[in-house]
């Protein structure tokens, strides 16, 4: 019994941060995008989806400032009656030998932040922060600080 297997979109604007001395990101927003029939046609949604929108780095009183970034997610999915729609791999099975989601149930991930510049002016951010944590400088410069 062959079931209908489709791909949702979801897009994720993103935080990255520092929360002491740790490197965090959390999802600040999700929007449902639709779903699509084909694999390619739900990874050019999810690309528009990206090209709309930019990264922002966001200056603090404290600390080294954070970065909004955009995520898009393409997950394949099959149809269950009882649970509803659920991860599959291309054959529609949704569990591994370990009963997890299969590895290949996501078939994109794609971000803004991934080689930007924004990225580059966050890990110097972050390891002048640490240099200054470990008493190795006198100050250190914000992630807003770097982006010239």
Not at 13 to 25: H, N, P, T, V
Not at 42 to 58: M, Q, Y
Not at 117 to 127: N, Q, T, V, W, Y
Request: charged share 35%; glycine share 6%.
């Amino acid at each position: 019994m062959d079931k209908e297997i489709r791909y949702f979109v979801n897009g994720y604007e993103m935080l990255l941060y520092l929360s002491g001395d740790r490197e965090e990101r959390k999802s600040v927003d999700c929007f449902e995008l639709q779903d699509f029939e084909s694999e390619e046609e739900a990874v050019a949604a999810a690309r528009d989806f990206i090209s709309e929108h930019k990264n922002a780095v966001n200056d603090q009183k404290h600390g080294i400032g954070s970065v909004t970034y955009w995520v898009a997610v393409v997950e394949r999915a099959m149809e269950d009656a009882v649970m509803g729609w659920l991860p599959c791999d291309r054959d529609g099975v949704t569990e591994d030998e370990e009963g997890m989601v299969p590895d290949d149930a996501t078939v994109a991930y794609i971000s803004t932040l991934d080689g930007s510049r924004e990225e580059r002016a966050f890990e110097l951010a972050k390891h002048d922060y640490y240099g200054f944590l470990d008493y190795k400088e006198d100050r250190y410069t914000t992630v807003y600080g770097y982006m010239d």
